[in-house]
């Protein structure tokens, strides 16, 4: 079964760092792209980066310089380094499947959550 | 960046009905990377149309996409119970549109 398990959310405190990870199985993870998307309370879903079957990575200009999403190919693992984190990140974090060349992301996880809170 | 803006907002209506959901874009996007996906309450995003026009896998034939430059759009032919969700346009690897919701009338 092709499954993608996310995990690392919790309380943090603003300026604070957390890292993601989410856990990939069933499909041979470095021939995909990957994502992470995250949706606050209430809100709609927000792109937060990708990264490449060649390492490369996407940022929006809301986390450029402060988030840092990386993988593992070898333990089909994504992860999600965010660092001086703000109230406004606080939301629930999927990772996703980029589809290949069809450009659309066909399978994600079930969340995790991030609170930033003093 | 490129932004999307869908609507209307919310769209009421019957099961049965016709939906037509609406994305356009601050400047053309080319088709190939124009996305939809449905979202139900408490469960993540599901695929439903890529590349402006092709369903993803398991998706049913009611739903359709179409659109090119600045302008998409996305029909459900006849409103099932299950239908009834948020959708979401996004330009692959960048911004989603700020979704309508499809209630029921």
């Known amino acids: 079964e092709v499954q993608l398990v996310e995990s690392g959310g919790g309380l943090v405190q603003p300026g604070g760092s957390l890292r993601l990870s989410c856990a990939a199985s069933?499909?041979?993870?470095?021939?995909?792209?990957m994502h992470w998307v995250r949706q606050a309370t209430g809100k709609g879903l927000e792109w937060v980066s990708a990264?490449?079957?060649?390492?490369?990575?996407y940022y929006p200009g809301s986390v450029k310089g402060r988030f840092t999403i990386s993988r593992e190919n070898a333990k089909n693992s994504l992860y999600l380094q965010m660092n001086s984190l703000r109230a406004g990140d606080t939301a629930v974090y999927y990772c996703?499947?980029?589809?290949?060349?069809?450009?659309?992301?066909?399978?994600w996880g079930q969340g995790t959550t991030v609170t930033v809170s003093s | 960046e490129i932004v999307l803006t869908q609507s209307p907002g919310t769209l009421s209506l019957s099961p049965g009905e016709r939906a037509t959901l609406s994305c356009r874009a601050s400047?053309?996007?080319?088709?190939?990377?124009l996305a939809w996906y449905q979202q139900k309450p408490g469960q993540a995003p599901r695929l439903l149309i890529y590349?402006?026009?092709s369903r993803a896998t398991g998706i049913p034939d009611r739903f359709s996409g179409s659109g090119s430059g600045t302008d998409f759009t996305l029909t459900i032919s006849r409103l099932e119970p299950e239908d009834f969700a948020v959708y979401y346009c996004?330009?692959?690897?960048?911004?989603f549109g700020q979704g309508t919701k499809v209630e029921i009338k």
């Open positions: 590349g402006a026009s």
């Open positions: 069933g499909f041979t993870f470095s021939s995909y792209d």
């Open positions: 996703a499947r980029g589809s290949g060349t069809d450009y659309g992301m066909d399978v």
């Open positions: 996004q330009q692959y690897g960048s911004s």
């Open positions: 400047q053309s996007v080319s088709s190939s990377y």
């Open positions: 990264i490449g079957t060649a390492g490369d990575t």
